[in-house]
């Protein structure tokens, strides 16, 4: 059964830095690609990074920068390390995979999100 779990969300001041986890079981976080995602109240849903099992990754030019991602096969985690953090981050974080090799298209299976909140 494949299951993802976010942690390390919370209040952070402008400028700080938060590390989220993303713990995964049922599959491997080596073989597959994992992304995080965010989703902001009343706004689309949006991809932040994405790690492959080659370790390409994908940042979109919004946290270019300040955003890296890293893996650590054992302990079967995705991580999502956040610098320089903006009140524009602010959002609940999803990590989620679809069991693919690819950071494009459609994703089947996804955490219960962790809130990240950024005050100015």
């Known amino acids: 059964q494949v299951q993802l779990v976010e942690s390390g969300g919370g209040l952070v001041q402008v400028g700080g830095s938060l590390r989220l986890s993303c713990a995964a079981s049922?599959?491997?976080?080596?073989?597959?690609?994992i992304g995080w995602f965010r989703q902001a109240p009343g706004k689309e849903r949006e991809r932040v990074s994405c790690?492959?099992?080659?370790?390409?990754?994908t940042y979109p030019d919004s946290v270019k920068g300040r955003f890296t991602i890293s893996r650590d096969n054992a302990k079967n985690t995705v991580y999502l390390q956040m610098n320089s953090l903006k009140p524009e981050d602010t959002a609940i974080y999803y990590c989620?995979?679809?069991?693919?090799?690819?950071?494009?298209?459609?994703?089947?299976?996804w955490g219960q999100g962790t809130q990240v909140t950024v005050s100015s």
């Open positions: 790690i492959t099992s080659d370790y390409d990754y």
């Open positions: 989620a995979t679809d069991l693919r090799a690819l950071c494009s298209g459609p994703v089947t299976y």
């Open positions: 049922g599959f491997r976080v080596r073989d597959y690609a």
